[in-house]
Every structure is written in C-alpha cells, then in structure tokens.
C-alpha cells in the first residue's frame, strides 16, 4: 500500500464493537479534511472532538468520575512531524480539552488563555446523565485517539482522555505524555490506550515508533508493542506510515480506517 492520504480512530481498549460507528463517523469527517488539502493535525483533533462530544467514550463529555464521584478531570496530547507538539493535563470545564491541547500547539499560552477567558474552548458538557445506567455494564472505555497523513506528508497523532477507573483526583496518565500515549514523526504516528502508567512505563508509542523507523513493518511493530504487555493489563495502539495502517490490542477495541491510496 502507499498511501497519499488517509486516518485512523480508536475508541479506546476495551471498547466493543457497537461504539464502532462513532469511530467511523469521526474518521470520515476527518478523512474529508484531508481529502480537502487540510493538515493532518486538524484532521486527528477533529476526529478526537466528535468522539470527545460522542459521549459514549471515556474522554470529553464521556468521561469517567474520578473517586471522589464527582470530579472530571481530562488529559490530551497532539503533534505532528512537522514539529507542533502541545499537552494539557486534568483540564476541568472544558468540553474539548483535544482542542485546548491543539491550541497550546500552535498558540502562545497568553492566546490560549484569552481564548478560556472568550469561551471559545467550550464548557465541559458531562452526558452521563442522559445516558441510561444499563449501558455502562461491563464497559469500561478508555482513550479516544486518531493518526492521519495528510496530501503533504505530514503526520499527526492526537489521544484525549478521561483516565481510568478507578481514578485519584490529580492523576495523570499516559494520554497526555509525548511518546507515551502519541507520537509522530517523518515515519508515521501512532496512538496508545490502556493503563497509563503502565503504558509510560514502557514508553509505548516512541517505542513502536523506533520500531517502525528502525525498518520493521508498521503491523510488526504495533503488536510487538502490545506484546510487551501481560494480558491483565489492557493496551491497544492504532499507527499509520507511508505504506499502510494498522491496529493491535489485547482486548477488544472499536476503531476505523480510511486512507486514499496514490
Ligand atoms: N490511558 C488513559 C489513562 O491511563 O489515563
């Protein structure tokens, strides 16, 4: 495969295939970005605002409580090989913290501020409420995240998160850790899911990301990073390079694909 354009969306570790249609219909939105000439990074932060406003996903207005029971903290990460990198961590009010980190990317902090100040990040928007009890049994969600090449060649990664559950008020995991929960580079981007600390300890996404420079294939190097885990701990990671996409974890995991081939 060669790819010219094209992104990939998961909805978490531990997501079952039902939730898959909201993975789709982010996907596509952010495929038509790409198909339109636009950046990879806006397409991986519009992908991660439908499914942050999906509220079906634990990240956004899906997100779990922590332990206190009435707290919601979020975390989200995003960057690009063309050298855009921004981070935010247990943000509280925002609707859409993948866009808060999206402008700590691309904007000075005093903007970003303003932009609080303004309400143009939006105000946290919690569904829990509106969603009937009996669709969080047995579920337990995790990350949302997105990678995407764009008609340039630039990569991009973008993971946004609740946490996990059972959570401490102040902890942070994985998502919003560059290498950790995403990277990207000139050999392609990838996202992580599943148990952060566990997931920083191994550096999971700079680990499969050497992999893949290192001239193992994309696939390869995805499962062999889902391998360093024992089955206990839930992980996944979806990646993208110039010759194709892949996606490996050891639970199930909604996701979707849509790449343009040259
Ligand atoms: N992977 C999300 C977290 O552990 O916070």
Redesign the pocket.
């Given at each position: 495969m060669d790819i010219a354009f094209g992104v990939v969306v998961h909805g978490?570790a531990g997501t079952p295939e039902t939730l898959s249609d909201g993975c789709k219909e982010a996907c596509r939105v952010a495929f038509d970005i790409l198909g339109a000439g636009g950046q990879a990074l806006e397409a991986v932060v519009e992908a991660c605002r439908i499914m942050e406003d999906d509220g079906r996903f634990n990240a956004g207005s899906g997100s779990v409580l922590r332990l206190d029971g009435k707290t919601v903290e979020m975390?989200a990460g995003v960057m690009d090989s063309a050298g855009k990198l921004g981070m935010v961590m247990n943000m509280r009010g925002f609707r859409n913290p993948v866009k808060a980190a999206r402008a700590a990317a691309v904007e000075r902090h005093e903007k970003i501020c303003a932009l609080l100040k303004e309400g143009r990040l939006g105000e946290l928007n919690p569904l829990w409420g509106d969603i009937d009890s009996s669709f969080f049994e047995g579920l337990s969600c995790?990350?949302v995240g997105a990678v995407a090449v764009d008609q340039r060649g630039v990569f991009a990664a973008a993971a946004s998160?609740g946490?996990?559950t059972p959570?401490l008020v102040g902890?942070?995991?994985?998502?919003p850790m560059i290498g950790c929960?995403f990277y990207a580079g000139p050999a392609g981007a990838f996202a992580?899911?599943?148990?952060?600390?566990e997931?920083i300890r191994r550096m999971l996404a700079k680990e499969v990301y050497d992999r893949l420079a290192r001239g193992d294939d994309l696939l390869s190097a995805c499962r062999g990073g889902t391998g360093l885990f024992p089955e206990n701990i839930p992980v996944g990671l979806i990646g993208i390079s110039p010759g194709g996409y892949a996606a490996s974890a050891n639970r199930p995991m909604a996701h979707h694909a849509m790449v343009r081939e040259h």
């Open positions: 978490g975390d995790d990350t998160t946490g996990a959570m902890r942070v995991g994985d998502t929960g992580a899911t599943g148990i952060g600390e997931i």
